[in-house]
């Protein structure tokens, strides 16, 4: 893989708290991003970012929020998370219109 | 229509056997065409890149492109049960905020 962390890897919280995810990379990928992967609707794209302080939303942004100060570091913010969220959280790094190297994902339960 | 289509399976193949896998996408526009595999719990991997028409072969995989026809296909050679695995097509697409456009995935079993 492209050197990816993602911490944490298995998390339960409450409906209504905040939660953050951290992607870290070691390649130098000037491109993140966040997916999540739900059974049925495979790979769907949150944020992504083409530089530091530099993002976008994906198709499906509503209720999350991410932050990139460094280049190795993307973050994801759940404002306040809702049952919906539960999910698996992929971060992915890559260089534009080529492939992408996934990390190892974070499984997230919302209660 | 979904811009990149696979048929989710289960698809089962025997040991031995060549797998198919295909995928269709509506942007005639993309450029690049990627294979992952995606073993459960697991983060996708890639396996295949194809840029141009034709046949590219790595091993016991082959891609193929035709893009008139806007159509990539996955073909796995003497199919093992280690390659029990969902693969998911990607597209490259410039509508799309990522550039790449993933398919939901065909899940392959392959039975001793």
């Known amino acids: 893989d492209a050197g990816i962390t993602q911490s944490p890897r298995h998390k339960v919280t409450e409906t209504g708290t905040p939660v953050t995810l951290r992607c870290h990379q070691t390649?130098?990928?000037?491109?993140m991003y966040w997916y999540r992967q739900d059974p049925g609707h495979g790979l769907r794209l949150i944020h992504y970012?083409?530089?530091?302080?530099?993002?976008d939303k994906g198709e499906v942004s509503d209720g999350y929020s991410v932050s990139r100060s460094k280049t190795e570091d993307f973050l994801l913010t759940l404002e306040s998370a809702t049952s919906s969220q539960t999910s698996v959280y992929f971060c992915a790094t890559g260089l534009g219109d080529n492939e992408q190297f996934f990390g190892p994902g974070t499984r997230l339960t919302v209660l | 229509q979904k811009e990149v289509e696979q048929n989710s399976g289960p698809l089962s193949v025997p040991e031995g056997a060549i797998a198919s896998l295909n995928c269709t996408y509506s942007?005639?526009?993309?450029?690049?065409f990627f294979w992952y595999r995606q073993y459960s719990g697991k983060s996708p991997e890639l396996i295949m890149f194809i840029y141009s028409n034709g046949d590219k072969e790595d091993g016991r995989f082959t891609a193929q492109l035709n893009k008139a026809s806007q159509y990539v296909s996955l073909l796995i050679r003497d199919s093992q049960p280690s390659d029990s695995a969902t693969y998911l097509c990607a597209v490259s697409s410039l509508s799309s905020a990522s550039k790449i456009i993933f398919g939901s995935g065909t899940r392959l079993s392959i039975r001793p």
């Open positions: 390649e130098n990928h000037r491109y």
């Open positions: 942007d005639r526009g993309s450029q690049s």
């Open positions: 970012s083409y530089g530091v302080k530099d993002t």
